[in-house]
């Protein structure tokens, strides 16, 4: 009878099923915290290429604004730039989500800025081919007011050249785009704000610009009828 103990011990001893659940009890948090940590990468890349996409579609649907027969103006009211803006909820569904997690509305989760630039030609003797900055100023014709965010571009202040790989900011245009007529620049700022591992991960923010000439007319200058403040023309325009 003495034997039953020993046997039973050995048998434990020998059994390996034990060793395999405590290799999965160490393994298991650390596979959890790659595979959130994954999830986490998967969702900046995703909103990254969802900023650049609300960039170049607003772009696009102002750049698109028809101006009046006779005339190579074309406008933009308040109603026009509200609808570009709300569009970035269907483009950006991901707003709906990140918004209220940080107790916002989906439209102060975003920063989406418009500028009409028109360039004035320095000298008449000016013909740079290589760089058409030396040429021209660029002038800023209207401007989202910042109600949406602020990092504005201003009146007055003509924007400076930068290098085309320079980051953007408010107050430089990259010397590729500058030339004759005019631009409609789109500015999207969005921070990202992980949901796993927020204590050890800083916010990253995600800023897209976009300079898009306009397809049918000369200049799109913006129409301050009924305007609410969402943006303003400059002096002398």
Known sequence: MARGPTILARRFRDDGRGVSIVEFAIVLPILLMLMLGGLQVITYVNATRKVELVAHSIGQMISQTTPPQGSTIATVNAT?????????????????????????????????????????????????????????????????????????????????????????????LPRSVYGPGSLIVIDVVFTFKPTFGAKFFPASRVARSVYVQPRYASLVNYDTTNSDGIASKCPGY
């Open 80 to 172: 026009d730039l509200h609808f570009s803006y709300d569009a970035a909820l269907v483009l950006f569904p991901y707003l709906l989500k990140d918004a209220p997690r940080q107790g916002l509305q989906w439209w102060q989760d975003i920063t989406i800025n418009y500028t009409g630039v028109a360039f004035t030609q320095k000298s008449t003797g000016c013909t740079d081919s290589a760089d058409m900055s030396a040429c021209y100023n660029a002038n800023v014709v209207w401007t989202s007011t910042g109600t949406y965010g602020g990092n504005k571009r201003l009146c007055v202040t003509p924007l400076q050249p930068a290098d085309n790989t320079a980051a953007a900011s408010a107050g430089t």
